[in-house]
């Protein structure tokens, strides 16, 4: 299997403009969640989704954050408009069934600079 | 406010000595712990877990141990390699709940030196 896919790798962008973040989970799996990875916040959780369901955004940090699943296989995090602050790496991870117990896989992360 | 803390940002051990990260919790609703590790350019990977009716696990040379009543657990490596010098995170979890979400610590990042 080849893992969780991001695409873009990196992302450079300006201030106010539209950025979309792409995330392919491993087939098979229930489960995928989005982070964000700072310094000084660290690892957060942004949103949690389960059978393609919403199930947990209270980590998202305001409306211009989104996120969609329309199938089993891909999901988009879309920031609109972008600002500075949200420079940093996301990740997208899969598990199996969404349960505490199960083993996250990461993707290798898209890292965003707004300018 | 963090329920999840790793108190040192980072760590350096010389190669063939242990190696010992320590996380802390707050929440005591959290009965299942991993930890990952996080190389440049990569995404976590996990490394070990352990259930809270459990003091140990280990696996190798990795070794996670948990003390419910301090809600403290360490990850001890022994012995450390430079292919350990990574970031680890600790992480946590409701598992009797239904959310599957783990709440992350911010990291170690852990130097062993040849």
């Known amino acids: 299997d080849a893992g969780v896919i991001q695409s873009p790798r990196h992302e450079v962008t300006e201030m106010g403009q539209e950025v979309t973040l792409r995330c392919k989970p491993i087939?098979?799996?229930?489960?995928l969640f989005w982070y964000r990875q700072t310094m000084m916040r660290g690892l957060e959780l942004l949103i949690y989704?389960?059978?393609?369901?919403?199930i947990d955004d209270s980590g998202m940090p305001e409306d211009r954050f989104s996120a969609k699943m329309p199938n089993a296989s891909f999901s988009t995090l879309k920031i609109q408009p972008s600002e500075p602050r949200d420079s940093a790496v996301y990740f997208c991870?899969?598990?199996?069934w969404g349960l505490g117990a199960d083993t996250q896989y990461f993707g290798p992360g898209t890292r965003l600079t707004v300018l | 406010d963090q329920q999840v803390k790793q108190n040192s940002p980072s760590l350096s051990v010389q190669e063939g000595r242990i190696s010992i990260l320590n996380c802390d919790y707050t929440?005591?609703?959290?009965?299942?712990f991993l930890w990952y590790k996080k190389y440049p350019a990569e995404g976590p990977t996990f490394l070990i877990s352990?259930?809270?009716?459990?003091d140990k696990n280990e696996d190798g040379r990795f070794t996670v141990f948990l003390n419910k009543s301090a809600k403290h657990l360490s990850l001890h490596i022994v012995p450390s390699q430079p292919g350990d010098s990574a970031v680890y995170f600790c992480?946590?979890?409701?598992?009797?709940?239904?959310?599957?979400?783990?709440?992350f610590g911010k990291g170690t990042k852990l130097s062993v030196k040849p």
């Open positions: 991870a899969s598990s199996l």
């Open positions: 929440n005591s609703m959290f009965d299942y």
């Open positions: 352990i259930s809270s009716i459990k």
């Open positions: 992480a946590a979890s409701a598992r009797s709940g239904s959310q599957g979400n783990l709440i």
């Open positions: 087939s098979g799996h229930n489960s």
């Open positions: 989704f389960n059978n393609n369901v919403p």
